[in-house]
């Protein structure tokens, strides 16, 4: 098994790129990626991806941007993990290098998602869910998570305004990044004013979809490293799995996906939460933040609003998250997401996040979220 | 880099399973490989599906499957990579098993396709072309390999009846495989007058479609060789791709990612296509059948349909292909089918294909297609 380092990212803004085709946003990002690693060939493309087939009638994305890459001849695939296939697919890449069967390997994560009418999306995003149990009694995604959300105020005791902090701080970051769909700062009244959506869960607590392409380019690490210190290795991948359906649980409430692969991806890199230095985590809507941190170890149960109203999660606090808007504000084109978590986490590892930089910022973690909780995969990254 | 074996497999006959669901097909598949393997668990799954999203409105199958068969917690994922999706997802496990990152691995191919009316089964699968080249021009599936094979017809002035021998083949071997979805002996007077689909392809050269399951059950080869003669192991794995649209290729007649991952694949194993004792190639339509074994080094191009004349390609042949009915006979579920196709490998190398067993059959070759040509993936497989 061989260590696996990033030495090149790409990324298309995230908004309604209606002049520009699932094709040619992938191909933007991959461009970007190849330019940043000063390569021109990759010996395998992994292309995460979750509604291309149900949107844009288009599967077989493997041959279709290989061949807009100029590249055809290489190996190519999708990976589908719903909201979390972006990861699924980097995680897939770093095993393809890492088994000595490829040398080299681009990920890029695209997702095209405005084009269609709101409702074909909303269905389209259901079928991360259980179809049977879930989807087919009406319950659209939000409304899943808006459930949960009650639940978790009702057991812990919180109200709907302390989840405030995680939006605030994912639009204040966002504003620096240019990249992110939202660039609008807002305020704990806005917050609290927001249109509801499905109760608790308002606008400003939901992440806003959007077109979007986002890769990274791999190699074996013992190939680069000694010459570049713009490279990143990867020391923690672990992929978990929990019931799709959110009855099925014992506990609703608990990301057992989440604990399962952060620990897996903590004893790999011989680390502790507590030396995390930043967390991209799934802020798909507030009450996922809140989840992600307490499985991943940043928070006693139930206690991880805590966090945000002390102020721990900005930019200079105990552990900063969404640090270049997340999926609040940065935005979510679901399959994309999980390759722009690791693009923005190499960004703060180079030292290259301008205004949103993390001081001394030596470890980041990044952990990407199908449907409710059911695929969860984490990563860990360590400046090289 | 790990040598990595096959120590179960199991599967679902190819039907109209009207009673059964995407993961309870797919469960039956796995529990059968588990129970052959003798193992009740596995590190990870791998799921090759292709249309569960448009035609079952279900994705995340990771969260699904995993759950359903009493194994949440495992990570698992979909790949997909249209009718080749079956051995994308194979690769997939294999690169990981072979990178250490997991111990043991399953993979199932699943697909339900007869519960949807056929026009949207028509329209789902023609999301392996080109959305915007092919497809939006109305050319289904079986149109675009139309167009090709009135090319080859053309080009070296073979008859249609010429590829009577490939579906005469498929039927005879299927009559003895009982999960087979047609058990129909077919006569070249029933090929010649059978009702016309897309000129010149008529029924009897188009595989049908279908529901089912096939599952394998994949571990490092050093932890078992030495102890169970049936298993198999892999000795060549590749994946390449071509143009999707088969406008944009310099050659519609050449699979050059069949070619492209043959000759990887033969050079991994260290043979030579006269090595090959059977092969299981992607015969949905005939003329694929003929292509592959051209682009594959079994025949001159232009030639293939020689071999079927010459009774090459039958169980006593040279070069016997779709031993256990093919996609045409079999059937071709279309994301399970690389799957079946190399769970069929397993059984003849293991010596367990009875009426249909290749005399001292050692070396097995597996290639699955996505699209017509544009993902193409090879496997080779040896006897323990």
Partial sequence: ????????????????????????????????????????????????????????????LGGLISDWIGLPGMEALKIEAACGSGAAAFRAALMAVSSEDVDSAL????????????????????????????????????????????????TYGWKHTDFAPFSINAHANAMHNPYARLHEK????????????????NLLDASPTGDGAAAIFLVPADTILSVNKRNIKVVGSASATDSIAIHSRHDPLWLSAAELSAIKAYQQAGIK???????????????????????????????????????????NGR???????????????????????????????????????????????????????ATIITHIFRAG
Same sequence: chains 1, 2.
Wanted: aromatic content about 6%.
């Fill in 186 to 201: 807002i305020s704990e009244k806005e917050y609290i004013s927001a249109r509801m959506i499905a109760e608790p869960i």
């Fill in 107 to 154: 990920v890029v994560g695209v997702e095209k998602m405005t084009e269609s009418l709101p409702i074909e999306t909303t269905e389209a995003l259901a079928t991360a869910a259980d179809a049977d149990y879930e989807s087919a009694q009406g319950l659209s995604f939000v409304a899943i998570n808006a459930l949960v959300m009650q639940l978790y105020l009702h």
């Fill in 1 to 60: 098994m061989r260590d696996v380092a990033i030495i090149g990212i790409g990324q298309t803004p995230v908004d309604e790129h209606w002049d520009r085709s699932l094709k040619e946003l992938a191909g933007e990002a991959i461009f970007a990626a190849l330019n940043d690693a000063g390569r021109e060939i990759a010996d395998a493309l992994f292309i995460g991806n979750m509604l291309s087939g149900i949107l844009s009638k288009q599967e077989n």
């Fill in 273 to 315: 939460p507590q030396d995390i230095d930043f967390f991209e985590l799934h802020d798909a809507f507030s009450i996922m933040s809140v989840l992600s941190l307490e499985a991943c170890g940043f928070s006693e149960r139930g206690q991880a609003p805590k966090l945000g109203l002390d102020g721990q999660i900005t930019i």
């Fill in 319 to 373: 552990i900063p998250i969404s640090t270049r808007g997340g999926l609040k504000a940065r935005g979510h084109p679901v399959g994309a997401t999980g390759v722009y978590q690791i693009v923005e986490t190499v960004q703060q590892l180079r030292g290259e996040a301008e205004y949103t930089q993390i001081e001394n910022a030596k470890v980041g973690m990044t952990q990407n979220i199908g449907g409710s909780g």
